[in-house]
């Protein structure tokens, strides 16, 4: 290689370690952890909070186990930085990133609980306010015999 070459080469090298290092392209991280594969993206040593567990965003209760495990990751992770540091120039940064991460990120927070049978009272109220509010958008002799019908039997509030 010749001397031009092998300086651009270098200076290459140098420049794409220098980006490296101050972590400017947006990355996507993918940890196992508890059972589960924590998902997130982070750039310039932040973690977009958004990003964390996007693809269980459908099933609010994987999401809620999901983000419960990555809260978890970040403080172990970062526990493990301060306690063992290495002399590695990201190092910092890295610690800055997880411990910032465990200290704000906030968890989806998600129960399922068996619903309380709901009474026969409670039913035809229920009905008979929405054939009031389906009156009130379309007040046609067909939504009026549907709301006389569905509160004929109802007390008033």
């Known amino acids: 290689m010749d001397p031009i070459s092998a300086l651009l080469a270098g200076y290459l090298n140098a420049a794409t370690q220098a980006f490296d290092h101050m972590d400017l392209a947006?990355?996507?991280e993918a940890i196992e952890h508890q059972g589960?594969?924590?998902t997130?993206?982070?750039q310039q040593w932040r973690?977009?909070?958004?990003?964390?567990?996007?693809?269980?965003?459908?099933d609010v209760v994987r999401l809620a186990r999901c983000t419960a495990a990555a809260k978890d990751l970040f403080r172990q992770v970062c526990q493990a930085l301060q306690a063992n540091p290495r002399n590695h120039p990201d190092d910092p940064s890295l610690q800055r990133m997880y411990c910032s991460a465990?200290?704000?990120?906030?968890?989806?927070?998600?129960?399922v609980e068996w619903a309380?049978?709901?009474?026969?009272e409670a039913q035809a109220r229920q009905a008979c306010r929405l054939a009031q509010a389906a009156l009130l958008t379309e007040n046609t002799p067909e939504t009026r015999h549907r709301r006389k019908v569905a509160c004929e039997g109802v007390k008033r509030d």
């Open 47 to 58: 973690i977009r909070e958004a990003s964390v567990c996007e693809g269980e965003r459908g």
């Open 102 to 111: 465990a200290a704000r990120y906030r968890p989806t927070q998600a129960s």
């Open 36 to 38: 589960l594969t924590v």
């Open 26 to 28: 947006l990355r996507t």
């Open 116 to 120: 309380e049978p709901v009474e026969a």
């Open 40 to 42: 997130f993206t982070h």
